[in-house]
């Protein structure tokens, strides 16, 4: 049985389908249509609903896309949803702003917006322009503009967050605890289907030995589009966000360490301090509402060609803990990779941690190339880990790819050529040759072999302009190129 708080209802489900989305949930298990299906598949933002969950002592309010989200993973969880924020009649201040400030025409987009900016509310004080962008940059409005709909959003800055959450917050807070505790672990099941909570890695483990079969659940970003999209019925879903062992991300003395079910936004901070880079990159990486659930172990595991991550863990050497029954082992990122969405996983094994050295005294970029800054996949994404030496030669190099090769992948024969030489314009020259050697990427809907290749040797001069001039224009992850 899972136990959640639908506002401050206590919902209990037991026999309920394992791949129930909560936005079908909402709709037609409960009637509560102000939640709306756009694209069902993530990208649209009108089905967004806000989750808060203990975290620090606090309450943690959280966006999500719910057309992606299994009920299952709302166990021990407070789901609010548009219907909740009026009271007594009044509308809520950010409901409120919306109206003052005329952000809807059609109205369809307008609920997922309004969920989007109460998360911002409830997290953020003050939010800057940057926050709110970063906020709404998962909901799209094709009637609005935009322009109001941030006006809105700014309107709120230093309006205190205070509201009926903020005075039920500590009873909130107790009660999602005490379902915790008195179930760390949990199941849906519906005939011979099922949907695990497992709360230790023992027991996921143990799960995965007696359903070899079963589909790990982590964001679900990836693995729920199998469902709603695909129409698969997996038998077995295993839900890791609640893998003690696999929910936490620390720095050892050398390392930073990356439990396989962390999402995007817990372990932003501390990457944000050790590789400001990736950090930034995370920026570029769907939307809020992804970046929310999805995780890197689920990016690692789902081995996609044109995935954001593994071609920075690449560059940084990161190694990948996995572990099948009682079997634990460090598979080098280098070698995780063995086709076309294959990886050198273990029979029945699932990511643990991942490891990520510290590298001070290292140079890394990091370039995404996609149509749009924000929310879209990478044509190419490239990540270079440098060493370099005081006479401004190369003595160690690593450059990792996404988007040039069937799997993510280093440019072996670039690294040679670029060790040894000046990291100048002249100095790269031979490396940016050998870039054709290294890869003959394919022609598809996001570009062609030829401007990927070109691409790829020019992400390495704009290396070069990085580093040599400091002071011009920022040509970072984030930047408009
Ligand atoms: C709208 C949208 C935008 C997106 N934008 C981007 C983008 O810009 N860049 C990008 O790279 N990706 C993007 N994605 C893809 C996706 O968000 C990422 O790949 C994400 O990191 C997947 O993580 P997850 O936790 O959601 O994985 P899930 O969907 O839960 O799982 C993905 C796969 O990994 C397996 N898995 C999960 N955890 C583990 C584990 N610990 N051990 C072993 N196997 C595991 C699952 O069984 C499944 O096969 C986008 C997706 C959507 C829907
Ligand atoms: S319906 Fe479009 S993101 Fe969910
Ligand atoms: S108001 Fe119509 S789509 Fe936003």
Request: negative net charge; contains cysteine; glycine residues 8%.
């Amino acid at each position: 049985m899972i136990r959640f708080l639908l506002n401050d209802e206590l919902v209990s489900l037991e026999d309920c389908s394992p791949e129930l989305t909560v936005l079908e949930f909402l709709r037609t298990n409960k009637g509560r249509t102000g939640t709306k299906e756009g694209c069902a598949s993530g990208d649209c933002g009108a089905c967004t609903v806000v989750v808060a969950e203990p975290a620090g002592g606090q309450l943690r309010y959280t966006s999500l896309n719910s057309c992606i989200t299994f009920v299952g993973t709302l166990h021990g969880k407070q789901l609010l949803t548009v219907e909740h924020l009026e009271q007594s009649g009044a509308l809520h201040p950010v409901q409120q702003a919306m109206v003052d400030l005329h952000g809807s025409q059609c109205g369809y987009c307008t609920p997922g917006f309004i969920m989007s900016m109460f998360a911002l509310y409830k997290s953020c004080d003050t939010p800057s322009r940057s926050d709110v962008e970063r906020a709404l940059a998962g909901n799209l409005c094709r009637c609005t503009g935009y322009r109001p709909i941030i006006d809105a959003a700014l309107s709120l800055a230093g309006r205190g967050a205070k509201d009926q959450f903020s005075d039920a917050e500590t009873r909130v807070r107790e009660q999602l605890t005490q379902i915790l505790k008195d179930a760390p672990s949990a199941s849906l099941t519906q005939d011979d289907h099922r949907f695990y909570i497992p709360s230790t890695s023992d027991e996921l483990a143990s799960l995965l030995q007696a359903y070899p079969r079963a589909k790990l659940v982590a964001g679900g970003t990836d693995l729920a589009l199998s469902v709603t999209q695909q129409l698969q019925q997996p038998e077995v879903l295993i839900y890791t966000g609640r893998v003690a062992e696999m929910a936490e991300i620390r720095k050892s003395e050398d390392a930073l360490l990356i439990g396989g079910g962390v999402s995007y936004s817990v372990a932003e901070p501390l990457l944000h301090k050790h590789f400001p880079a990736f950090a930034d990159l995370l920026e570029r990486l769907g939307s809020l509402q992804i970046r929310n659930q999805g995780t890197i172990g689920g990016n690692i595991a789902n081995a996609s060609p044109i995935g954001d991550t593994p071609p920075v863990l690449l560059a940084l050497n990161a190694k990948i803990h996995a572990r099948s029954g009682n079997h634990c082992e460090a598979i080098p990122v280098d070698q995780f990779f063995t086709g076309y969405r294959e990886t050198a996983l273990p029979e029945q094994g699932f990511i643990e941690q991942i490891e990520i050295p510290l590298q001070p005294e290292r140079e890394l970029y990091v370039f995404k190339i996609s149509k749009r800054l924000d929310d879209d996949i990478s044509a190419v994404c490239a990540a270079f880990s440098l060493s370099i030496d005081d006479c401004g030669a190369v003595t160690d190099a690593r450059l990792g790819f996404g988007g040039m090769a069937a799997t993510p992948a280093r440019a072996i024969n670039a690294e040679q050529a670029l060790i040894g030489k000046p990291f100048t314009e002249e100095g790269i020259k031979a490396a940016q040759t050998a870039l054709a050697s290294d890869f003959s990427p394919i022609d598809d809907v996001r570009a062609s072999g030829e401007y990927r290749l070109m691409v790829a040797q020019n992400l390495l001069l704009r290396a070069v302009l990085e580093q040599n001039n400091p002071t011009q224009e920022p040509l970072e992850v984030v930047q408009y190129a």
